[in-house]
Nanobody, 116 residues
Framework: QVQLMESGGGWVQPGGSLRLSCAATGTIFNIDAMNWYRQAPGKERELVAGWRYGGDTNCDDSVKGRFTISRDNGKNTVDLQLNNLEPEDTGVYYC??????????WGQGTQVTVSS
């Protein structure tokens, strides 16, 4: 079983920065991808940024140039650096791990609030 634990959320003013971290523990044989999703109030969960096995990364157009995803293979963590935050970035951010077989694991989520 895989457990994912997010940390690093909080409140920040527009233009500010946060760094989210996700640690994966448990029995992990193979990873296809580790991703960050977010869910804004009243909206569906959406993919924000992803890391694929082999090192490829991608970010949604709405956060390109502001968010950066990175992975530490030795620590089995995936971080999301959030810069120049906007009120529209407010939401609960979830870490996701997907296996090559298509099984998904989710963390509990961490709240990010951007407001003045």
């Amino acid at each position: 079983q895989v457990q994912l634990m997010e940390s690093g959320g909080g409140w920040v003013q527009p233009g500010g920065s946060l760094r989210l971290s996700c640690a994966a523990t448990g029995t992990i044989f193979n990873i296809d991808a580790m991703n960050w999703y977010r869910q804004a109030p009243g909206k569906e969960r959406e993919l924000v940024a992803g890391w694929r096995y082999g090192g490829d990364t991608n970010c949604d157009d709405s956060v390109k140039g502001r968010f950066t995803i990175s992975r530490d293979n030795g620590k089995n963590t995936v971080d999301l650096q959030l810069n120049n935050l906007e009120p529209e970035d407010t939401g609960v951010y979830y870490c996701n791990l997907r296996t090559p077989g298509g099984r998904n694991f989710w963390g509990q989520g961490t709240q990010v609030t951007v407001s003045s």
